[in-house]
């Protein structure tokens, strides 16, 4: 197959070309230049040397939801947010560690989108098991949970604003995307209010000519917002009012979380699924579920580390 893909504008490349079930999280190590990324479905963390295509894993015993850099005066490695609680992962020993249980039942819901703050505390929504509105969204700092939103199905989408006065969140299953108020200081949220919605998609709907519904997210120094849209086979990139300012057509019905990366910030890693999708758009779609790439003009945000000790 092509290794490219061209869009009117810009040149959709395959960043690795094994595929995963359900690849997530996709978050840049500097240090590392490499991509590390989770297949959910697999359990599995997985770390992309892009400059080499070489790929290597760690096998998990529940679904990753998503992971996080730890700050290196904290020891390094990963933070894990798997379905049972919040892990440490030492990618060079392999040791695997459990920082903190789940503050719900894992039996009902696991762990989903999650990223940290730029003063370290960690942030990180659930999704429910049976796609009801139980899910929320939760704040990790010094060993402790807080619970800040709630009444959702299925949490993602986090990102800050450039100068941390917003944070921005999403439900996927309601096809919206939300922003508060952010205290950068305290951590404490505003009043949530809706940022952007997306038309629903009803059961008489080609999926050609559907939307698509918001995914992972991720944000650019400018404070414009790009989001995956699932099933609707494109990248969004919105500006701080919420309106589109750019749309990338993507070769995979389901994109799920853009996140940048390479020395200067301008590629952006694209995570995509194959989970349960048709084998008639398997077969025309050989991409589903590898790592997208693609160069832009304006450069992302830097990723945030965990502290843990607060």
């Known amino acids: 197959m092509s290794s490219s893909f061209a869009d009117t504008l810009f040149q959709i490349e395959l960043a690795g070309s094994q595929p995963a079930t359900l690849g997530e999280s996709p978050l840049w190590h500097e240090q590392e230049q490499a991509l ?8 599995q963390v997985l770390r992309l040397h892009p400059a080499s ?15 996080a850099l730890i700050a290196a005066e904290e020891g390094g490695g990963l933070l894990v947010a798997q379905r049972n609680g919040l892990w440490r992962l030492d990618t060079a020993s392999g040791a695997h560690t459990q920082l903190a249980a789940a503050p719900f039942d894992s039996a009902r819901q696991r762990f989903n989108d999650g990223k940290p703050d730029a ?3 960690f942030w990180v929504g659930t999704i429910d098991d049976v796609r009801q509105p139980h899910a929320g969204l939760y704040r990790y700092a010094a060993g402790e949970f807080a619970s800040l939103a709630e009444g959702i199905v299925t949490s993602n989408g986090l990102a800050w604003s450039p100068d941390q006065s917003r944070l921005y969140w999403s439900d996927t299953k309601a096809h919206e995307i939300y922003v508060f108020a952010f205290d950068a200081l305290t951590g404490r949220l505003g009043e949530r209010r809706v940022f952007a919605r997306f038309p629903v998609r009803p059961p008489e709907q080609a999926l050609a000519d559907y939307g698509g519904r918001p995914d992972g997210a991720a944000m650019d120094v400018e404070g414009c917002y790009w989001v995956a849209m699932f099933e609707g086979q494109r990248l969004l990139r919105l500006s701080p009012e919420g309106q589109v300012l ?17 020395s200067d910030l301008r590629t952006l890693y694209i995570t995509t699924a194959r989970e349960k999708r048709p084998a008639e758009e398997l077969a025309a779609q050989p991409w589903a579920g590898c790592v997208l790439k693609v160069r832009v003009d304006v450069p992302g945000l830097a990723p945030q580390s965990v502290r843990l000790k607060g």
């Open 53 to 67: 295509g070489v790929l290597r894993h760690w096998q998990l015993d529940s679904e990753p939801g998503c992971i």
């Open 36 to 43: 590390y990324y989770v297949d959910i479905a697999a359990r």
């Open 246 to 262: 750019r749309e990338l057509r993507l070769p995979v019905a389901c994109p799920t979380m853009p996140s940048f990366g390479d």
């Open 119 to 121: 003063q370290g505390r």
